[in-house]
């Protein structure tokens, strides 16, 4: 038999009706507080340390724990190797923390990890189908005041089991009576986890699907949204870091971004996430790839030859908006180009004319007088509309260039978009003043040391030293996660109050500095930014070096930073500015043109 280091989880809880009838009468109230105490109670987790209901008769302290026929014996759960058909014969030791005696209903059930790796078993309204049908013992259990009770039962491996790990648990539970007609069954317990000899097989399926989200803005980038999930289809518990790779075409605006860290999956369970990227321009397709290599949850397998599981998918992300663009200044330029075509034959057929008149007058008469003759010295229209639009556009220029400056002169007046804030300041030199000798002091006191000084002496605990009976207040914590950079909060205990002590983090021992413990008895440290992520240990320590509290922890990716601020119009912004500005006046200039009649 094995057993594992010992771990926390939380309570677990089921509503039941208590009373059931055609005349009951609930109010709204009464209903609230009911369902409120369904809903946290019946989504906690199975819970290995002493857990309190309260019942009619007051509330109820009780704790389980596995041990012998002696008492509890430092185990945190049940673990086991053993061959199809054999027998397992092991004591659930529960303990009645309160002032009267006490009938716990013991109950088994099938196990399985939550989404977010915490162990749990099966609702009692649930069926069991597999591991938890192998557990046999007694329904209820009488347990004294303060006194603890040594539950023998036992776990019979069917002949027809399958290789690899089948989770379990065991639990005893009370039933308290609620507002209304429900009631509440609190449950406290402890896993057992059975591996059958065989073949274990580590391997995981993953699959993975992208959606672009643009802007209705041309020149502002989408987000991709990347949902991924994570199933154990092998026989034994895995863990893994799901690592997602996003590309453009050709590998364009390629990026690795890491999934959230999946602590431990059961064989048959499977794991969600999603995962948003900002800044994303719309390159028409992305390919997105997601890994996950099958690691071992103990040190004694080694799964470094298990193939991992890889997915790739492929998405459209359409640039809408710029389309949009592009297609107004494409009819744009179309009319244009019309227009100019359409003004030119009008033109070159009143040449015609006003020659054949011409030449018609000559046969018919004398010459035609200056003012007859004036019509045809007048510039062709299409002359003129050229340099009203040429006109029009050395407008359209000057007015770009002025409205370029805009920026500059916001940024002299203190914008916080801008980029660069320029202030110029020109005050009078001042009328150099005699010296002044000033009156002697006395030299400033020394400043205190700071919060980390007296660690700095404090020798570094080593691995071998982290065991289950120095683990502390720690050793019912829930699993700490924490960014890279941040600051995370541990509970020490108020026996520790306004006393400094030294934070470490495992594997290597890295000194988190020093922080004294507050009135509530926590203390808090802060990771630094360029720490490896993934599972590590927080160890507490005295000044002196000796270990007050230790337990898991996960480091993940530090956010990504908030977008800078906008810059100032440069480069491709004022050569974009400048050309939309040309365009639209000489199209300005060309429709004018158009309406203004002339006689040749």
Known sequence: MRTLPARSHAPSARAVPLVKGAHSVRTVSSLIAAAAAFAVLLTSPLLAEPAVAATEEGPVTWSVRPGDENGEDGRSWVEWEAEPG????????????????????????????????????????????????WIDL????????????????????????????????????????????????????????TRVTGDLVAQLSVAATGAYAGMANPFEAGSVDIAYEVSNTGNTRLRAQPEISLSGPFGIAARTITGEQIGEIAPGETRRGVVRVPSVWPLFTYDVTLHAQPEAVSDDLDFDEAAPATAQATFLAMPWSQLATLGVGALLLTWTVWRRRHEKQKTERLIEQARAEALAGA????????????????????????????GLALIGL??????????????????????????????????????????????????????????VSAPAPAAAQLHDDNRGALRSSTLLSVPQGGTITAPVG????????????????TSLGSDTVTADGSVTFTVPIDAPTGMHRLVITDTSGTILAWTEATVTPASAPSPAPSLPLTGGQIAWGVALGAVALIVLGGMLTATRRRTV
């Open 138 to 193: 007694p329904e209820s259990v009488v347990v004294p005041a303060g006194a603890s009770e040594a539950v023998p039962f036992t776990v019979t491996v069917p002949d027809d089991a399958g290789p690899g790990d089948h989770p379990a648990g065991v639990a005893a539970s009370i039933r308290s009576a609620g507002d209304g007609t429900l009631g509440v069954e609190s449950r406290v317990g402890f896993r057992v986890m």
């Open 398 to 455: 000057l007015a770009a260039g002025q409205l370029l400056q805009a920026p500059v002169a916001q940024a002299a007046d203190g914008d916080s978009r801008s980029g660069v804030d320029l202030n110029v300041e020109i005050t009078p030199e001042p009328t150099p003043e005699p010296p002044v000798t000033p009156p002697a002091t006395p030299p400033a006191p020394e400043p205190e040391p700071t919060h980390g000084v007296d660690c």
């Open 494 to 509: 108020r026996d520790y109050v306004g006393e400094l002590l030294c934070g470490w983090l495992f594997s290597s021992p």
């Open 86 to 133: 054999e027998v397992l014969s092991e004591h659930m030791v529960v303990t009645n923390h309160s002032r009267r005696d006490v009938e716990f209903r013991l109950t088994s059930a099938d196990g399985y990890f939550t989404e977010t790796g915490r162990f749990n078993m099966l609702a009692g309204d649930q069926v069991s189908v597999a591991a938890g049908t």
């Open 363 to 390: 046969s018919a008469g004398p010459p035609q007088s200056a003012a007859s003759a004036q019509p045809a010295a007048t510039p062709p229209p299409s002359r003129r509309a050229a340099r009203t639009s040429a």
